[in-house]
């Protein structure tokens, strides 16, 4: 957790470098912001430690917004949603005199998360594929929500329900291969090497990988 956070430091504290001192014209990008579209594996864990109540949504796709601050570096700002809802018979008890108890066990969790990235490249820029390093600090605001219940003889009773909601966070670094398709388009897959849940811990975090594939139009900005 702490060489994570020391990275993102690192990181933030040269972009804000970088964005108090005026570039060479030949270091700015002629295109220099952009849209994507980022299919990803990543799942998106909110755990509260005091109520000892967690789970997590995998989204399809994220949408961003970037914007390169040098050839070498870029910025963005990505929007996504998911939701992950389940109400499923867990199990059938037979009683002595034939008598049926039905377990279930439910949820609905959903949530907005909004990644805020960085990426860097220390290799010659004018190549076609670049290989990028990329850390991304990620507010989530959601919800959570589980509950057990049996079922005799045709009345459910809730056995336990637990509910949390509010805003987390996470933090991720990890590789990034981009490969320029023309001079509008460029293509890219991600892996996601380091995975925390920021300010708590979670066995899901502690052994979390994702890949993503995805692709970026510049625009005439």
């Given at each position: 957790?702490k060489?994570l956070?020391?990275?993102?430091?690192?990181?933030?504290?040269?972009?804000?470098?970088?964005?108090q001192?005026?570039?060479?014209?030949?270091?700015v990008?002629?295109?220099?912001?952009?849209?994507?579209l980022?299919?990803?594996?990543i799942?998106?864990?909110?755990?509260d430690?005091?109520k000892?109540?967690g789970g997590g949504?995998?989204?399809?796709?994220?949408?961003?917004?970037?914007?390169r601050?040098?050839k070498?570096?870029n910025?963005?700002?990505?929007?996504?949603?998911?939701?992950?809802?389940?109400d499923v018979?867990s199990g059938?008890?037979?009683v002595?005199n034939?008598?049926?108890?039905n377990?279930?066990?439910?949820?609905?969790?959903y949530?907005?998360?909004?990644?805020?990235?960085?990426q860097?490249t220390?290799?010659n820029?004018?190549?076609k594929l670049?290989?990028y390093?990329t850390?991304s600090?990620?507010?989530?605001?959601?919800s959570?929500w589980?509950?057990y219940?049996?079922?005799?003889?045709?009345?459910?009773?809730i056995t336990?329900?637990v509910?949390?909601?509010?805003i987390s966070?996470?933090a991720?670094a990890?590789?990034?291969?981009?490969?320029r398709?023309?001079?509008?388009?460029?293509g890219?897959?991600?892996?996601?090497?380091?995975?925390?849940n920021?300010?708590q811990?979670?066995?899901?975090?502690?052994?979390?990988?994702?890949?993503?594939?995805?692709?970026?139009?510049?625009?005439?900005?």
């Amino acid at each position: 957790m702490k060489t994570l956070l020391l990275f993102l430091t690192l990181a933030l504290s040269t972009l804000a470098a970088v964005a108090q001192v005026r570039p060479d014209s030949a270091s700015v990008p002629a295109k220099r912001f952009y849209v994507g579209l980022e299919l990803n594996s990543i799942s998106y864990n909110m755990w509260d430690n005091i109520k000892k109540v967690g789970g997590g949504f995998t989204p399809i796709a994220h949408v961003h917004l970037g914007y390169r601050l040098t050839k070498r570096m870029n910025i963005q700002a990505g929007l996504t949603y998911g939701r992950e809802k389940e109400d499923v018979l867990s199990g059938i008890y037979y009683v002595q005199n034939d008598t049926i108890i039905n377990y279930y066990r439910s949820k609905d969790i959903y949530g907005v998360a909004m990644p805020l990235t960085v990426q860097f490249t220390p290799f010659n820029p004018n190549r076609k594929l670049q290989l990028y390093a990329t850390a991304s600090f990620i507010p989530v605001i959601g919800s959570v929500w589980h509950q057990y219940s049996e079922e005799y003889e045709g009345n459910r009773v809730i056995t336990f329900e637990v509910e949390d909601s509010g805003i987390s966070a996470v933090a991720t670094a990890g590789l990034q291969l981009n490969y320029r398709i023309s001079s509008r388009l460029e293509g890219y897959g991600k892996a996601n090497l380091l995975y925390r849940n920021v300010g708590q811990e979670s066995a899901y975090a502690r052994s979390a990988k994702s890949v993503a594939l995805g692709l970026n139009y510049n625009l005439n900005l």
